[in-house]
């Protein structure tokens, strides 16, 4: 990829530039500049996504409940965990998921570019009450949301919530989540 020279010098502000002349010199440095910046922003995008060659390490876990069923989630709690998630991995026990937590409650989306597991998500409230299900397929950019806003979405093998007749209304239980 070939980018702007970022050390080519910019006109300075007190570089006159004439209102006439369609993209004066001034305004050709803001065309240069917001060119470099793009391009800078795509060169790191793609060192980000090239980057992943390897799952993350795991992270600290919780244990959930479903009903009679226990979960052992690991935590996905800052950004950097939340943006590398299941990413690259090839196994995981089937009472195993991971959870990811927000500060707030918004609506949230999840793909799967990266994902080798096919996965379910549950997109759940603040007191554990699961909002929606989405199956997701591995390596793909479909995205899958919330149906509103929420502050948990918990990742598990894919088939483990309906196997186990957990839907929309259903309350998982743990630590995380409010009485």
């Not at 006109?11 to 002349?21: G, K, L, N």
């Not at 244990?63 to 090839?90: V, Y």
């Not at 483990?160 to 009485?179: H, L, Q, V, Y």
Request: include cysteine; proline fraction near 8%.
């Amino acid at each position: 990829m070939t980018c702007v020279n970022p050390r080519r010098p910019l006109p300075s502000r007190s570089t006159p530039v004439r209102q006439a002349e369609p993209g004066g010199r001034y305004a050709g440095g803001f065309k240069r500049l917001a060119a470099w910046v793009l391009c800078a922003l795509s060169v790191a995008g793609h060192s980000l996504a090239t980057a992943q060659q390897a799952p993350q390490p795991r992270l600290p876990t919780v244990q959930l409940q479903a009903g009679m069923h226990n979960i052992i989630a690991e935590l996905a709690q800052t950004p950097q965990q939340q943006q590398t998630g299941m990413m690259m991995r090839t196994e995981m026990a089937m009472h195993e998921g991971m959870l990811f937590v927000f500060e707030d409650a918004s609506p949230r989306c999840f793909w799967m570019k990266n994902t080798l597991l096919p996965l379910s998500i549950a997109f759940i409230e603040d007191d554990g009450t699961v909002v929606n299900i989405a199956e997701m397929k591995p390596r793909s950019e479909a995205t899958h949301c919330s149906e509103k806003p929420v502050r948990f979405a918990l990742e598990m093998n894919q088939g483990w919530f309906s196997k186990r007749g957990i839907k929309a209304g259903f309350k998982i239980r743990g630590t995380p989540f409010k009485p």
